[in-house]
């Protein structure tokens, strides 16, 4: 896999990742970690503030797809299949982190599991995790 290449997908290769501001922080094989850098237009909630629950979810969808593609070849293709984010505890109006691991490879399909939280916290804080998901796509194999 060319992670350079990859980088550049995700941070400029996509219009939705760009309008995000998506970074990455992380990048190998099976393993992908993400920052959105905070933008007062990702709020949800402005009593709280806290961010939109569909920023999480892009979020854990971008972050989980990237990690399975890490696995796979560039001229692979990666589709979302399922979806499915736990939502527990509000995101602060701060930079929002994502780390996304494979748990299954197979010919077609890919599994990953994603934690989110935000700056200021780190993975390991697993009682600061903001969200967890996991995803399952479809990898249409290229030449």
Aim: aromatic share 6%; with cysteine.
């Amino acid at each position: 896999m060319d992670f350079a290449r990859l980088k550049e997908i995700i941070e400029d290769g996509l219009p939705f990742n760009k309008l995000l501001g998506i970074r990455v922080v992380e990048l190998c094989a099976g393993l992908v970690t993400l920052r959105v850098p905070f933008k007062p237009e990702l709020v949800g909630d402005p009593r709280r503030p806290a961010l939109h629950g569909g920023v999480l979810s892009s979020l854990v969808d971008v972050c989980g797809g990237f990690a399975v593609w890490t696995s796979c070849h560039l001229e692979d293709r990666i589709a979302t299949i399922d979806l499915s984010v736990d939502y527990l505890r509000p995101a602060l109006a701060k930079d929002l982190y994502a780390q996304a691991t494979v748990r299954l490879l197979g010919n077609r399909v890919g599994n990953a599991h994603v934690v989110l939280w935000n700056e200021g916290d780190n993975v390991q804080q697993t009682d600061r995790h903001v969200a967890v998901g996991r995803a399952v796509y479809n990898i249409r194999r290229g030449k």
